[in-house]
């Protein structure tokens, strides 16, 4: 960090002669120094993503004194991320590095507080294998504990500090050595409809990823315990306070795709053996936090269904808590509180590299449970009593609490909070109290340089009456009365929400000129159940004309020029993009990306299935009128909206033959005004943890295509070759 220079004020003739200001004299010299603090500032620009920081995974030791975390930078080549473990005291001061990566995250402090266990990814024949090293607090270097043939992830300690359990998929016949005169077939044999993952690529068949257990003071080369076995994998180890059970989640249905989501609870002896049925409920459960006295579960669900037994698109996440006595019902303890438990907000800065869960936990007592909640573009934490539900805010602010952990006895929490004009930061907070104060500035250097300004929230009336709330990020230096070129933002998801973080897309925009209006229309999350569930089987649709009656809403204002408005959005807000240029002439240029435009092709190629999610009422020959109806490229031949398209080459989420493709030869086929934007090996994550160079040129294309239709701008890169 660079000291910020003070410099000594300018004594000018009143005060070498000890006369006091006039009051005008006051008023113009504050306004000067205003005037010369905002001129001392400049724009952000898209190349400032080079210089971004983040903070990741945050862990505060067992005693509260010190807080390890991941520091992400973006490589010197641009090309992506590098990543080591820092440490700080809670109390605030210097911090230092503890590893020097380049790929290190997942720390964990052994519960003794003596030891640190983490996540090294290294290369080992050509791929990449993560091993769990351990790094001794009393100094020295870290060593290496396992050599999993295929990595080794999620390292969890168990209470007596004396083992670890984790996670991988190695199977026996890996650690058998082969002949270079066995190579191993590269052919694929598909049996299941879910074969692929965005990001990841094709799934192994036949390796579940299973428990694991090793001693962190075996001697080297000491093959670790497999403490699960069969054909499901399990998530989640907890272990029981006496170390002798290992708790975990597991999903032990062939074919789950079939049936509504859902998974169960388990317990198994860490030595291995037979499992045991501990609970589930009628849909998922995740983030296992056992209570101080080990005798309940809390965890974080959903129901699949709705009144009527109907199946819904979007389920609102509750807490539960659950004894751990075999088939035990388990108790929703927010079944009345209208909000999403371990819900958030979304922006395109959050942590590209080293990311952690954030589990609820628990007060020493074991008569609360603390865990993050979203509520109406915020992102807090709260405390749930356990015996009645009632939830009460530790934090209440305008931001994001995106990541939290504490101390063993839940009193001190580190938490990473962004806002839309910081892109987090560590502090550490009092559980009972709720103040908070924060230890790192991690961006300050590069941020006191930079005119950033929070953006106003408004609400407005949709055309029913439906309160939409929205956020729009002005120019730095807006003028009232001036009238601006507009972008509409949209959010993805459809099931998700924009908020109180920084999206460094939008400070962009604004710093070249452009109003963006991010609203969260009827469908996005953190505003109860019935309004996340609204817009099953009518998506697109209604959410367009709440997005519509916000362009309203700022056209009416007169912050906007209603001849300059330009749409964009990614995922579900490419979907609604590009149905909203179908539906209406109004904008000047679109961008959509990642989009979908036929909702039949997309049905047969994402990388998971609609064979249960309700967002169709079957499949495309089941419901051929839905599918049709609700496609966007069913109203290609109203599009007249000059459309930039951008895809990922390895998106397998939306991929690209049923979204921008579509899109982009239709309209070379009508002679409209249209480009596509490939970027080579990015998948759906492209614009929030894709290749930095990439995420900046995806930027400059964004802008690019609104300054030649909306601002007029002379550009001919997209003109016909």
Aim: proline share 7%; glycine share 10%.
């Amino acid at each position: 960090m660079h000291k910020r220079q003070v410099k000594e004020p300018v004594r000018g003739p009143a005060a070498d002669r000890g006369v006091r200001p006039t009051k005008s004299l006051v008023i113009l010299v504050a306004l000067a120094s205003a005037l010369f603090a905002a001129d001392a500032k400049r724009p952000i620009t898209d190349t400032d993503l080079y210089s971004f920081k983040w903070i990741a995974d945050a862990r505060i030791s067992p005693d509260g004194s010190k807080v390890i975390y991941t520091l992400v930078n973006v490589s010197p080549q641009h090309d992506g991320y590098e990543n080591a473990l820092w440490i700080i005291p809670s109390a605030g001061g210097p911090a230092r590095q503890l590893t020097a990566g380049p790929h290190d995250s997942s720390a964990r402090w052994s519960p003794d507080g003596k030891r640190v266990a983490f996540v090294r990814a290294t290369s080992k024949d050509g791929a990449t294998a993560p091993q769990i090293y351990i790094l001794s607090m009393s100094g020295g270097d870290a060593h290496q504990v396992t050599d999993m043939p295929r990595g080794a992830t999620g390292p969890v300690w168990s209470p007596d500090s004396r083992h670890i359990a984790f996670l991988s998929s190695a199977q026996p016949k890996d650690f058998e050595k082969k002949s270079s005169a066995e190579p191993e077939s590269d052919v694929r044999i598909i049996t299941r409809a879910e074969y692929r993952s965005n990001g990841s690529g094709f799934r192994e068949e036949g390796r579940p990823e299973h428990i694991w257990v090793v001693d962190p003071d075996a001697a080297p080369g000491v093959k670790p315990t497999q403490i699960t076995t069969g054909e499901f994998e399990e998530e989640d180890p907890v272990w029981s306070r006496n170390n002798s059970k290992i708790y975990f989640t597991s999903n032990r249905t062939k074919e789950s795709y079939y049936k509504p989501e859902q998974n169960a609870i388990y317990s198994i002896a860490s030595t291995g053996g037979a499992t045991t049925k501990i609970t589930s409920i009628e849909g998922p459960a995740a983030l296992l936090s056992l209570s101080p006295d080990g005798n309940r579960l809390a965890f974080v669900g959903h129901t699949n269904k709705g009144e009527g037994v109907v199946e819904r698109q979007f389920s609102q996440p509750d807490l539960y808590i659950t004894s751990l006595q075999p088939d035990w019902t388990p108790r929703n303890l927010t079944v009345t509180y209208d909000f999403d438990v371990a819900g958030g907000v979304g922006g395109d800065q959050a942590p590209p590299r080293g990311g952690g869960p954030s589990k609820p936990f628990w007060s020493a007592d074991s008569r609360a449970v603390f865990v993050v909640c979203g509520e109406q573009g915020r992102t807090n934490l709260k405390r749930i009593t356990t015996d009645t539900g009632r939830v009460d805010p530790v934090t209440n602010g305008d931001f994001d609490l995106f990541s939290y952990t504490a101390t063993a006895d839940g009193s001190k929490i580190a938490a990473l909070i962004s806002t839309p004009a910081n892109i987090g930061d560590l502090f550490i907070v009092d559980a009972k109290t709720g103040t908070s104060k924060q230890i790192t500035h991690i961006d300050e250097e590069l941020f006191s340089q930079l005119n950033l300004t929070e953006p106003e929230m408004i609400r407005y009336k949709s055309f029913d009456g439906k309160m939409i709330q929205a956020w729009v990020q002005k120019p730095p230096d807006f003028q009232a009365g001036k009238k601006y070129p507009m972008i509409l933002d949209i959010h993805g998801g459809p099931n998700a929400a924009y908020g109180y973080t920084f999206d460094h897309e939008f400070q962009w925009m604004a710093a070249k000129g452009y109003i963006v209006l991010y609203p969260n229309p009827r469908g996005s999350t953190t505003y109860g159940q019935d309004f996340g569930n609204v817009i099953q089987y009518r998506y697109p649709g209604d959410d367009y004309k709440d997005l519509m009656a916000g362009v309203d809403e700022l056209v009416t204002r007169g912050w906007v020029d209603p001849a300059k408005l330009g749409v964009t959005g990614g995922s579900g807000g490419g979907v609604l993009t590009n149905w909203t240029i179908g539906h209406t002439n109004r904008f000047k240029a679109a961008v959509s990306q990642r989009s979908i435009a036929d909702w039949a092709g997309w049905w047969y190629t994402a990388d998971f299935s609609q064979f249960n999610a309700p967002w169709f009422r079957g499949a495309p020959w089941e419901d051929e009128a839905g599918f049709r109806e609700r496609s966007p490229i069913t109203y290609i031949l109203k599009v007249d909206t000059p459309l930039m398209l951008i895809e990922g080459d390895a998106d397998l989420r939306t991929p690209p033959a049923d979204g921008g493709e579509q899109m982009f030869r239709a309209l070379k086929y009508l002679k409209k005004p249209v480009v596509m934007i490939r970027f080579p090996g990015e998948s759906h994550e492209l614009s929030r943890s894709g290749k930095p160079a990439h995420r900046v040129e995806r930027l400059d294309h964004i802008m690019a295509w609104f300054d030649k239709y909306l601002d007029g701008k002379e550009i001919h890169t997209y003109d016909q070759q």
